[in-house]
């Protein structure tokens, strides 16, 4: 999606009803800041207001995000190439979240391999050291339980059993043994427990 060329439609549609930002913003029930931001292409409305805001443009869903006026004729196929494009965003965004959890998983672990070198070396044994292995300890689960909220964000969870798509909450997944992405988890489909593979991308 086009975030500038939705929020150029927005304004139009806007100026097209004599609205200013304040009293859009009020129908909406948010602060004219975030209608300016639509409307620079600095964000996108959340999809909460996104029902009230066309209502009160008088445009369909469909028109808000692609950023213009659709005839009826056309309609169906710029719905058809809309959910291409948003399929295709979320993928990217996905695929960008998962490179930046394995980037802070290499990294606390490299972090705190050298930590632990610094303390059995460089540190002579005594309370000092206990106190910097713990440190590096603390310091190396920070980024692993945000790492792991990262993970349960994207994708799912595939039942070996039944091939059902498991989404567990960060509990279950924080609860689960795990071996890299692969957890131990119970399907709600099936109730059998397995080792359930990590798949990010929708598998054809």
């Given at each position: 999606m086009?975030?500038?060329?939705?929020?150029?439609?927005?304004?139009s549609q806007?100026?097209?009803?004599?609205l200013?930002?304040?009293?859009?913003?009020?129908?909406l029930?948010?602060?004219?800041?975030?209608?300016?931001?639509?409307e620079?292409?600095?964000?996108?409305?959340?999809?909460?207001v996104?029902?009230?805001?066309?209502?009160?443009?008088?445009?369909?869903?469909?028109?808000?995000?692609?950023?213009?006026?659709?005839a009826?004729?056309?309609?169906?196929?710029?719905?058809?190439?809309l959910?291409?494009d948003?399929?295709?965003e979320?993928?990217?965004?996905?695929?960008?979240?998962?490179?930046?959890?394995?980037?802070?998983?290499?990294?606390?672990m490299?972090?705190?391999?050298?930590?632990l070198a610094?303390a059995?070396?460089?540190?002579?044994?005594?309370p000092?050291q206990l106190?910097?292995i713990?440190?590096?300890?603390?310091?190396?689960l920070?980024?692993?339980?945000?790492?792991?909220?990262?993970?349960v964000?994207?994708?799912?969870?595939?039942?070996?059993?039944?091939g059902?798509?498991?989404?567990?909450?960060?509990?279950?997944?924080?609860r689960?043994?795990?071996?890299?992405?692969?957890?131990y988890?119970?399907?709600?489909?099936c109730?059998?427990?397995?080792?359930?593979?990590?798949?990010?991308?929708k598998?054809?």
């Open positions: 086009d975030q500038i060329k939705i929020g150029r439609f927005v304004a806007r100026k097209e009803r004599g200013t930002q304040a009293q859009l913003a009020e129908t029930g948010v602060t004219d800041r975030a209608v300016s931001k639509w620079n292409g600095k964000s996108l409305p959340d999809y909460s996104l029902p009230s805001l066309c209502d009160a443009l008088g445009i369909s869903v469909n028109e808000l995000l692609c950023g213009e006026k659709i009826m004729e056309n309609n169906d196929k710029k719905q058809e190439q959910l291409l948003m399929t295709k979320l993928q990217q965004k996905n695929k960008t979240i998962w490179k930046n959890m394995w980037i802070i998983m290499l990294a606390s490299v972090g705190l391999f050298a930590c610094t059995a070396f460089l540190i002579p044994e005594g000092w106190v910097v713990v440190a590096s300890a603390v310091v190396f920070i980024p692993c339980f945000y790492a792991l909220k990262l993970e964000s994207v994708g799912y969870y595939k039942c070996k059993h039944c059902h798509q498991i989404v567990p909450t960060y509990a279950q997944a924080l689960a043994m795990h071996m890299g992405t692969t957890r988890l119970k399907c709600p489909n109730n059998k427990k397995s080792w359930c593979k990590k798949v990010v991308e598998q054809d």
